[in-house]
């Protein structure tokens, strides 16, 4: 029992000793960016880059916080309710989102610099001030302010423009200047349940309820032709401008339009206007919504527009449409001039390299006026560098080889578009390389797109090349070649030079487009002592060869005449005994739906030769395989009957010519002197039996 206790009373020392942590911001922190006083919780912060919303292992917090230390949820928590007053020095031009969105001791007075231009969602939100000067603001973003409770005086400066639930539960804001601003976004005071008047008189838009819940309001200020809605319901909040569900009467007022003249208040569907000629008066709410509307008509005369600011773009290429961003139009009147906003362009579309200028159009009281703005329209440039150029030699392989490693080439865009891309074989070997596909998609600017080329596999001996080719209908061509080399057993040539073999002419008409498919391979290092030519042409002698062999009305032939010849010459050739050649010719499209019903005829002495074949997909396209050791008249029977018997076997089968019409009459000649010899040696044993 001793001996517990004093291991416990040794553990509770050794804890007692260590370190104590506390989850806290630092003691004092002067930089660059930030001043912070934990003793007073004073922050400042005196750069952009301290006020930008950025992360530690995914976890998100103000940079200002991170350099205090912040890390954890936990002591962020706790850094932000340490600060309790907020300097933020001019220069500072934008205070990003959440930025001191929890500062929830934060008091007093902010005054924002005059240099900010730009606050985001949250950036001053559930917090404990009571003032607030937005500095050099001119646009307050959504949620920017919102759940600030305590606040009761906002300076707006010249602010023109506030977003969404801005100001939202303000509740202790009891009074606002809005004069300048035009823009009032949905919802921008909900809450605010202080407010007893507001003056929106220079307001050009109005978004749906922008003082719900503002149960206290009973002075409205608008502007002309501005619509106002009341409701009495407290629990509607449709859409709702106004809600003084508390008041029977409520002071309405409306401000002049330059060169208008005030037509007095609409008469509104329920509740009364004292005075619908005045422009300030009182309405008496009645027991529904209701739309407020002071009407104004224009005295004014149109007499001209000009562009007094031009857009921010003005080039533009092909295809684009004009981009009004940044132009102001002035519409000049008799005696005044303002900027007009509601005019329509033309061409309002696609823009071409004719056009050197759009009109901008501007209709008043019946008066239109017309400007131009001119304009440059470039072609689009279609263009595309590929990663890489001259000749890709794939590493030698020996005859039996695997499978080879894919070799990938990436497309770049480096124009306006490319359009959609073609990938296309062609040379003398393009049957012996594969491409992961045909076909890319048009590429977006600065993007890319790849595919890949790899030889296949069965090649005999030899050196086999192509150009692989990537083109559009844009004029975009771009190509690179290709090579790889089989080796096999050299033992056989004496110089170790192993021959090659290629198809170097096609003629046939149904494989016009199709000739770059034509391949031939045999097994070079002993089927021919030197290279050889493989060359198919048409041959009117050949259709006639099959159709007297097989009859008219006998399915289609197609006919020609493949003949190996030594390398640059006209002397034919055939391979070693023993040895083959195999051929692959591509399907036309027409025959790929009857494909299962092509045979390969040869005709060699007089005889139909069916040879074995298989059909093979590849380049997108069906193909037919044989292997032959004559060289001769060939055709695709298609749906030819031939007579053969059911074997999956090559069969040979003889066709007897019929002959000329002499030899016809020679043998029924003979036949008839044979039949007369017959019957006179029968009737001579007669007469030498009757004599005996």
């Known amino acids: 029992m001793k001996k517990i206790l004093s291991i416990f009373i040794t553990l509770v020392l050794v804890i007692s000793c260590l370190p104590m942590t506390k989850l806290t911001a630092k003691a004092t922190v002067s930089n660059d960016d930030i001043e912070w006083v934990e003793a007073t919780g004073a922050l400042t912060i005196k750069t952009n880059e301290a006020a930008v919303y950025t992360s530690i292992g995914g976890t998100f917090m103000p940079q200002w916080v991170k350099l205090l230390g912040g890390s954890t949820s936990d002591n962020i928590k706790v850094i932000m309710e340490n600060v309790k007053s907020l300097t933020i020095l001019e220069g500072v031009t934008k205070l990003e989102q959440n930025c001191f969105n929890g500062c929830n001791n934060l008091e007093g ?51 023109i423009s506030i977003g969404d639930s801005a100001f939202r539960n303000a509740t202790n804001l009891k009074n606002i200047d809005l004069s300048k601003v035009k823009m009032l976004s949905a919802s921008c005071f909900s809450n605010c349940t202080s407010l007893t008047s507001v003056n929106i008189g220079s307001a050009t838009s109005v978004g749906a309820t922008p003082f719900n819940f503002c149960t206290k309001i009973n002075t409205v200020v608008m502007p002309g032709n501005i619509t106002i809605t009341i409701s009495t319901n407290p629990d509607n909040c449709g859409e709702l401008y106004i809600r003084p569900t508390t008041k029977t009467e409520l002071s309405i007022s409306t401000t002049d339009k330059t060169d208008c003249t005030f037509d007095g208040w609409e008469t509104p569907s329920v509740g009364t206007i004292a005075n619908q000629n005045a422009k300030t008066t009182t309405y008496t709410i009645g027991a529904s919504n209701v739309n407020l509307v002071a009407n104004y008509t224009s005295n004014r005369t149109l007499e001209s527009i000009a562009i007094t600011t031009p857009p921010t773009k003005t080039t533009y290429k092909e295809g684009e449409s004009f981009d009004k961003v940044g132009m102001v139009v002035t519409a000049t009147y008799t005696g005044s001039t303002g900027t007009v906003t509601s005019y329509t362009v033309s061409p309002s579309g696609a823009l071409s390299t004719d056009d050197t200028e759009v009109t901008i159009t501007y209709t008043e009281n019946g008066v239109t006026k017309t400007t131009t703005q001119g304009i440059t329209v470039r072609a689009v440039v279609y263009d595309i560098s590929l990663s890489t150029t001259g000749t890709h030699t794939f590493t030698a392989a020996t005859t039996g080889y695997a499978e080879q490693t894919p070799f990938t080439v990436i497309a770049n865009n480096v124009g306006d578009a490319t359009g959609d891309l073609n990938i296309a074989l062609s040379g003398t070997n393009a ?22 080329i790899k030889p296949i596999t069965g090649l005999l001996a030899g050196t086999y090349t192509a150009t692989v080719t990537v083109s559009g209908n844009n004029g975009i061509s771009t190509a690179f070649d290709v090579s790889f080399t089989v080796n096999g057993d050299n033992n056989n040539n004496n110089n170790g030079d192993v021959p090659t073999i290629r198809v170097s002419e096609v003629n046939v008409s149904v494989l016009d487009g199709l000739t770059k498919y034509v391949t031939a391979n045999a097994n070079m290092n002993n089927a021919f002592s030197q290279s050889v030519e493989v060359r198919l042409v048409d041959d009117a002698e050949s259709v006639q060869s099959f159709t007297s062999l097989l009859g008219p009305d006998n399915g289609q032939i197609i006919a020609f005449d493949i003949s190996l010849y030594i390398k640059d010459s006209n002397d034919k050739v055939q391979p070693q005994n023993g040895y083959a ?77 019929t002959g000329d019409s002499n ?30």
């Not at 590849?618 to 029977?637: D, G, Q």
Request: hydrophobic letters at 40%.
């Open 663 to 692: 030899t016809f009459f020679l043998w029924l000649g003979i036949t008839l002197l044979s039949a007369m010899a017959v019957v006179v040696t029968s009737i001579r044993r007669k007469q030498k039996s009757s004599s005996v």
């Open 109 to 159: 007075e902010v005054i924002l610099p005059s240099t900010l231009t730009k606050v985001e969602s949250y950036t001053l939100a559930n917090t404990k001030i009571t003032s607030l000067n937005v500095g050099g603001l001119t646009s307050i973003a959504g949620n920017a302010f919102r759940e600030n409770a305590n606040l009761e005086m906002v300076t707006l400066n010249n602010v």
């Open 581 to 657: 050649v195999t051929i692959s010719i591509p399907l036309p499209t027409d025959l790929w739906g009857i494909r299962d019903s092509i045979n390969i005829g040869h005709i060699e002495d007089g005889k139909l030769n069916i040879l074995a074949s298989t059909l093979v997909w590849e380049n997108e396209m069906w193909n037919i395989v044989f292997e032959t050791k004559h060289f001769s008249p060939y055709a695709l029977l298609v749906g030819v009957d031939t007579n053969l018997p059911d074997d999956d076997q090559p069969q040979v089968t003889e066709i007897v010519q």
């Open 431 to 452: 049957s012996s390389f594969t491409l992961s596909k045909m076909n890319i998609d048009s590429i977006s600017v600065g993007g890319s797109d790849s595919f890949t």
